[in-house]
């Protein structure tokens, strides 16, 4: 820090107090009080008495100290108790500790008291040193005391000690130490100002003596010898003077206001069961009276754990973002001028995720706004009036059974603790974090958010106010599902099955025995045999050379997440030709088959578009209905068939729209029977007639055949191809885009004739997986898939990996690294660590190797930049009109990534 350390200097001796302050702008004397204090009685300047702070220093410096037998302590504070317990251990054969007052009313830690009496200290209490008697050398041999009884209290409190008139005892003595307090010595402090005890004088509010620039505190000043932790708020305190007056200003200390409880009682933990503090082993007095070794040994781990579960609050979790708190410092808030009645608020509430606590409550009412206004649910309220207002649930009920979606978007507004996150951390405590900026793992629109962390441990998730997608939203996925790879469960070694069991084994084993055994079902049955899976929550640079492994070995690559997509019949594209926010300008939105809460952030871009006055369609088959979407302009049920959409494509084609399409003719024979309903006529003409018009669907929640029908609707109606016209194909997964960019399009379908699957991050339902002879899967958490598996490995969560991911709307956003994982290999260091057992060598030593390959050989990414939207609105001029087999409308595909399936399970009212 830049500190330098002048020593072996004496002010006074070697350098004069004048020329300190005239080469420095400002002084800060600590100097402390380590003079031992007398007892003022007659002969305490014999040979053989010694200041207790002064005999410990030579023990600790390892000088000659020539006790004798009997030791004499005077003095009941910690100090004395060091000095009586460091005379047993020279080898005195009687120390005795003097003090005035009883035992119950000795300073001293009554640990330090306890443990003393048991190595034979010998305690008289009740007396008090009247004279040392010393032999014809001068050295003491002999102590009177005067026997004391306790009187009635003084100003402390406490009984004072009298004299027992004519009552005294006289002991043997060799060595008196006596450890009663110490005083200050100020020699050489020239012009500054003492106290009646010698003391330096300073200002308790600035810290500064009588001297202009010169600052003292800790024990030397104004009489106040206490422990060494003041001395160290001292400085804590008067840094911030010292600065100041280098500055040119003169400021006073301002302690920060905290809120306290004061009505905290035994009976406010009546519910909470009474545990006692774990023992530590130690040495007993036998083992550690002769010896300086360490005499407690500590907790173990589990005692350790079990002491810090006893913590019943450590305050509120939200003090270091709290915003009053913040602002009652900043306004030097006097509370007590306003001090009156206060509402105390009784409430019962066990949500999984959200904290609630009314009495911190200031009713600013944004948390209410934020759930109507914004999010559109309404799950809380202001109930009652006047000084009674507090915010609630609906109808008083728990918010966990009312309609909240659990996005925590109230958490993210509340300025105080009334309502907090409900850490997953096993012991909740107020954490002053670190923010990391990254982008959510879950669904495919892509939200920038900040991850907190202290040290490795995730502790939560906040919106990102700028985020190019997003703008300060998130589901309840992003919210609270950012730690599902390190929670309870996690794989951290390597497994194989043994005798139908899995058991651990090295990560050598693991390696080899994946390889070897891929490698002989190749040369048995083909190359094809052989199948790579990859998750679309991977980065695009763990899934690059995850399928650069299984190019290397003629593996075919696949995602159990694939769909077919059917827009690429129609618009030859395998993306979508729109993005997110075009739908904020659109005059016309259709939704097909939507389901909310796969993408809360694209129905609350439909609520603001419907704000903007675009006419929101929604059209879903019977058993899909969906909450919190009454902005929309008309809601449409349907059978489960494609039924309704081709009775709107044989309404258009009526209105004379498409004829100039490609493949025209055979598609109007395809819907030449097609019935047309009035809904499905108004709906046509309200597409077919707005200026601007928009599909959006999920593409693993509607058929390919459907997708393919909502993009001859598009291509009919020529809206297509045109910014704030077009498509808005919304993928299953943050990465899904990524993996089709690398070329990774194949879905269960590819695992026709495989006998050798190694699945990355993903879990594919056990029926996929019965004609295998072999299966290894590397997850965060023993999936089903990781069950019937040969071999396990542990993988990562997108928390500790650098890269990118590539939204639905083709958005290239950056991954950053939060935390450590407690496992050996990332995701690619596992691909790369099994090409290496083939001899195939991955060029990697980093992320950034991954990326700049990456980039080479991937056009798409070559002139992709960080944050920006790569081909921008699609033109599609390949479209051709495509004609469409009948089948389901919607067929929702289980999601096969873990951790999504994980959150959605502990998410609240998750349909």
Known sequence: MGVTMVTNTKIGEDISFEAIRRDFDAVCVGIGAWVSTGVRCKGEDAEGVIGGIDFLRKVVRNEDIDLGKNVAIVGGGNTAMDACRTAVRLGADKVYNIYRRTKDEMPADMIEIEEAEEEGVIFLNLTNPLEIISDENGHCRQMVLQVMELGEPDASGRRAPVPVEGKTETIDVDTVILAIGQRVNAEGMNGVELTRKGGLVYDKDTYMTALPGVFAGGDCGNDKISIAVESIGDAKKSYLIVDAYLRGEEIKYEPNYYVTKKDVTPATFEDRERMCRPTMEQLNAEERKDNFTEVVFGYDEEQAVEEAHRCLECGCKDYFECKLISYANMYDVDPDRLAGDINEVEFHDEHPFILRDPNKCILCGLCVRACDEVMGVGALGLVKRGFDTVVMPALEQPLSETGCISCGQCVSVCPTGALQENLTLEKSVPLDTEATDTTCAYCSVG????????????????????????????????????????????????????????????????????????????????????????????????????????????????????????????????????????????????????????????????????????????????????????????????????????????????????????????????????????????????????????????????????????????????????????????????????????????????????????????????????????????????????????????????????????????????????????????????????????????PFDDVEDISDEMNDKLPVYRYAEMGEIYGGVLACENAKLAAVEDAAFVAPLRSTDHLMNMIDERLPHAN
């Not at 598009?714 to 990524?738: E, P, T």
């Open 447 to 842: 939200c920038s958010m900040h991850l907190e962390t202290y040290g490795d441990m995730l502790v939560k998730a906040v919106p990102d106010r700028e985020g190019a997608v997003n703008k300060g939203l998130l589901c309840g996925r992003g919210k609270f599902g950012f730690d599902c790879s390190v929670m309870d469960g996690k794989l951290l070694e390597p497994m194989a099955r043994k005798d139908g069991e899995l058991t651990e084994v090295d990560y050598h084993e693991a390696f080899m025995l994946t390889a070897k055994k891929a490698e002989s079902l190749a040369a048995k049955y083909g190359r094809n045999a052989v199948a790579v899976a990859v998750s679309d929550r991977y980065t695009n640079e763990e899934a690059y050379v995850i399928k650069k492994f299984a190019d290397s070995i003629g593996a075919k690559t696949l995602c159990f997440n694939n769909r077919e997509n059917g827009l690429e019949k129609v618009l030859g594209v395998n993306a979508s030709p729109n993005t997110i926010n075009e739908v904020l300008s659109a005059d016309v939105i259709l939704c097909a088959g939507f389901i909310a809460k796969e993408n809360q952030v694209i129905r609350l871009k439909l609520k603001q578009a419907a704000k903007n006055g675009a006419k929101v369609i929604l059209v879903n088959p019977e058993g899909y209905a969906q909450d919190h979407m009454s902005f929309a302009y008309k809601t449409v049920e349907t059978d489960n068939s494609l039924g309704f959409f081709k009775g709107v494509v044989k309404a258009l084609l009526d209105m004379g729209k498409g004829t100039g399409a490609e493949g025209f003719d055979a598609f109007k024979a395809s819907v030449e029977g097609a019935a047309v309903s009035e809904e499905a006529k108004e709906i046509a003409e309200l597409y077919a007639n707005a200026k601007k018009a928009m599909i959006v669907f999920q593409q693993n929640v509607v058929t390919t055949e459907a997708a393919a029908l909502l993009g001859d609707i598009a291509v009919v109606s020529g809206h297509i191809g045109k910014a704030r016209d077009g498509i808005l194909m919304l993928k299953a997964k943050n990465n899904s885009q990524g993996l089709v960019d690398l070329g990774i399009t194949a879905g269960a379908e590819a695992m026709e004739g495989v006998k050798a699957l190694l699945v990355f991050g993903e879990d594919p339902a056990p029926e996929l997986l019965k004609e295998l002879v072999f299966l290894m899967v590397c997850d965060t958490h023993m999936t089903e898939a990781a069950k019937l598996a040969d071999v396990v490995i542990p993988g990562t969560g997108f928390a500790s990996t650098y890269g990118t991911f590539t939204n639905t709307e083709r958005r290239l956003q950056v991954v950053e690294q939060a935390i450590e994982e407690d496992v050996v290999f990332s995701n690619w260091e596992v691909a790369a660590e099994l090409a290496h057992v083939y001899e195939v060598e991955m």
